[in-house]
């Protein structure tokens, strides 16, 4: 859990995947459409892959944990939170409050 919340906190977004999840990618294609440099950690092809997993497993609450999208530090969720956070139009004023844009 330590790594997790360490990595989560060291840029404005920080998104935890793995290389072979489409609904991962869509997220990251997204963050990058909206020009966000967000740090990606693809889980299979990190060292403490499994054990972050396994962090992220309890603080997602379900299972696979990815995508898991940090905002600022905090959680914000998966696929489901982060596009419905964009077509409500709260997703571009969260970026900008954590300093990942500046549109």
Known sequence: MDKVN???SQRAVVIFSMSSCCMCHTVTSLFSDLGVNAAIH???REPQGREMERALVKLMGHNPPVPAVFIGGRLVGST???M???LGGDLIPLLKNAGAIWL
Do not use: G, N, Q
């Open 80 to 82: 489901d939170r982060i």
């Open 84 to 86: 419905s956070l964009h």
């Open 42 to 44: 693809e889980l299979d």
């Open 6 to 8: 360490k990595l989560a």
